[in-house]
């Protein structure tokens, strides 16, 4: 008996040990084509740009190379973040709202198990889709067909449905729960009659999954699938918009401006820049306060307002801030505010985004931006000044040998912004290769120039957690696309317009209506997933109001970014009372201030359109 139970035992042990390496290798195969993926679209514009001086020299057919490449990282993307639970959600924590228990497994069954099943339908719809394009005959220049490319959508898909149907529950029982409602989904498609009266339902249940935790790209593919399905359109239509979205001439800008942000992060960037505005601004009264809001708005801007700023440099500038004898009130109010300050500085990701869904220029945006971001962080350093005039315990003198040598150390970091800005708005560049020289300028900088990362060792890991966040947003993008095309089909937005016009007569009135429902959904939902959701429905209302779309744009991400700050549910709330271990009652008391502020600076860049289109006219961009 003893005998056989520890053959048993080692049998088990074995097949553990093959599934264990088995699923090794798959992840390490995923992460090497990611990482891949990330050279060779680095690599192509970088080719363009070097060779446009050289006779006009290029990559024959790079544009469709790029627009392949941005498909694989996606989707590569997506499949890791589902590997590691990155995928974007609502900022609603169901742990915190349920508690632990049943009730807590169930919620996570049935969200997971939704996940599952919308991913192996949206698996299917791509799957058709290929065999559409396959019909077509496109082929690329190197003599591959197009649809062998594209096959990386279905099986991604159907992956990433396995693994949430493998994340629902730790228990058999759960996993085995979640499958069968996939199977069970499947099951409808055969009776589209009678699933048909379940449209409204089914549409519930996919809203209360993406409540309960499932990530938001599967309640935006989720409704328009269902909606789509009720119609008795094709389901492939939603897969179709996803690869209409990929032949985007900016999108391929993200993943880049992603990497970048997450390469200048994982190295030693952020000691060097607290560093320089150490030195900058460390001789005035209030100065460290002044270096916290410039050191994080640079610091944002490479990570986009990820909520990367208070991880990364919490814990770095508040023991500064209190070793100067701030109070723990204010310091805790500065660093949770001054994490979203930058978000609309160049290489921000969120402005790309933006520029790639309400379809104005990306060059544009920055410039409109710089002067209500300036603005933003002046007023918090300017409240700093003043309270460190009454808290800090000194001031050290200004020596221009320190700041000289902190300039030094920092040049490359604070040549990145620099970077970007000269390369699109002389012409030398476009967006996309602006981009890809950032990112490669970026891993010389922190690989070769300032040896932070190994560039075999530690560059692939980072290019990785970068994929993870592309992966997320683009299949957010890509799926609300699906949505988007079916409102515009059923003319959703030009109903919702004609609503507010009737109620709504002046500009004025709708702005500060949009700034309060904008404070409100941008507390509550994570930023790329706002920026998604909320612009197809807001532009066209701007355009009918005679709101300037640069104008508009800024407003939207200012409005964002004071989101960040809204109680009860903030990003940068939670993300600082996760950091500083502090409860949120006794934040929302310590940003109130901030809040303030902010909210004055808001309004101040929504009336006062000069802020944005008058330096645009100024620097000869618009008439």
Known sequence: MTIRWLKNLATAAATR???????AIATKIEKALLVAAFGFATLLPLIDIAGRPLGGFHVPGSAS??????????????????????HLTLSTSTSAVLGEGALR??????????????????????YQLVLADRELGRVLPIGLPEWVSECVMPVALALIAFRFGIQASDRAAGKIAAFAGVAAVFAMGLFPTHAGSLTPILLGGVVIAALLGAPVFVAMGGVALLLFFKDAVPVSAVSAEIYRLVASPTLPA???????GYVLAEGRASHRLVHFFDALFGWMPGGVAVLVAAVCAVFTSFTGGSGITIIALGGLVYPVLREEGYSERFSLGLVTAAGSLGLLFPPSLPVILYSVVAGVPADLLYLAGFVPGVLLVVLVAAYGI???RREQSSTKPFSWKVLGSAAWEAKWELSVPVLVVTLFTSGVASMVEASAAACAYAVVIECLFMRDLHLLRDLPSVLVKAGSLVGAVLMLLSTAMGLTSYLVDAQIPDRLLETVQTHIHSPILFLLILNVILLILGSVLEIYSAIVILTPLIAPMGAAFGI????LGVIFLANLELGFLFPPVGLNLFLSSTRFGKPLPQLYRHVLPFLIILGAGVLMITYLPAMTTGVLRMLGKVG
């Open 254 to 260: 993200i993943p880049l401006l992603t990497a970048c």
């Open 105 to 126: 497994r169930g919620a996570q069954i049935f969200a997971y198990a939704t996940a599952a099943a919308v991913a192996a339908v949206l698996s299917y719809a791509s």
């Open 65 to 86: 190379y790029l627009q392949q490449l941005t498909l694989w990282l996606a989707f590569l993307g997506g499949l890791l973040a589902a590997r590691e639970r990155k």
């Open 17 to 23: 040990c093959k599934r264990v390496t088995s699923r």
């Open 386 to 388: 003043r309270v460190g």
């Open 548 to 551: 300037d779309p640069i104008h």
